[in-house]
T-cell receptor, first 112, second 117 residues
Framework: TQLLEQSPQFLSIQEGKNLTVYCNSS?????LQWYRQEPGEGPVLLVT?????EVKKLKRLTFQFGDARKDSSLHITAAQPGDTGLYLC????????????FGKGTHLIIQP | DTEVTQTPKHLVMGMTNKKSLKCEQH?????MYWYKQKAKKPPELMFV???????INESVPSRFSPECPNSSLLNLHLHALQPEDSALYLC????????????????FGPGTRLTVL
């Protein structure tokens, strides 16, 4: 069974601070996706990383895929209250249509 | 258009009722998924349909019955549910080209909040 360990599970910080969320596994993934989810809504895809060492930026969010494709990180610069939500990493092992392996999620609260 | 739609948004049902959840996408995706999500937990995979055929059933009880009438539609038929089945039910889709895609990017619908009394 493949596992994705996501940390921290809960994070509450002041507006304007920087933060990093980590997603680690002992397994290799073909790709890793990051989602953001609001309460009562479905996850919204933020980014997909595919190549080992890949870095993608989405405004103040920076995503990195580890060289060995076993881990990933999400860094938020100058966090804003609108960044509040549940952040989920999800790994895909390859082989066609298959479910994603989700981390347990990071509940992020940005205080004004 | 990366939209997956789900109806209804909310559903309350008794343990003897029969109801259905519906999901639709018009992105030309050939793989569709049902996930179940309990509060403050990540989504858990239930079923995968690939090219309208059920390819994965994650040991889901038979009171949940999936159906894929065509490549754009996915249903989940519910019968004799238990209160512990109350959850957010999420539908997702991906391109699903078997063996040709290395990343299987999945797009989720807004979910149906199900309450079983």
């Amino acid at each position: 069974t493949q596992l994705l360990e996501q940390s921290p599970q809960f994070l509450s910080i002041q507006e304007g601070k920087n933060l990093t969320v980590y997603c680690n596994s002992s397994s290799v993934f073909s790709s890793l996706q990051w989602y953001r989810q609001e309460p009562g809504e479905g996850p919204v895809l933020l980014v997909t990383v595919v190549t080992g060492g890949e870095v993608k930026k989405l405004k103040r969010l920076t995503f990195q895929f580890g060289d060995a494709r076993k881990d990933s990180s999400l860094h938020i610069t100058a966090a804003q209250p609108g960044d509040t939500g549940l952040y989920l990493c999800a790994g895909y092992s390859g082989g066609g249509a298959d479910g994603l392996t989700f981390g347990k999620g990071t509940h992020l609260i940005i205080q004004p | 258009d990366t939209e997956v739609t789900q109806t209804p948004k909310h559903l309350v049902m008794g343990m003897t009722n029969k109801k259905s959840l519906k999901c639709e996408q018009h992105m030309g995706h050939r793989a569709m998924y049902w996930y179940k999500q309990k509060a403050k937990k990540p989504p858990e995979l239930m079923f995968v349909y690939s090219y309208e055929k059920l390819s994965i059933n994650e040991s889901v009880p038979s009171r949940f019955s999936p159906e894929c009438p065509n490549s754009s539609l996915l249903n989940l038929h519910l019968h004799a549910l238990q209160p512990e089945d109350s959850a957010l039910y999420l539908c997702a889709s991906s391109q699903g080209l078997l063996g040709l895609l290395s990343y299987n990017e999945q797009f989720f619908g807004p979910g149906t909040r199900l309450t079983v009394l």
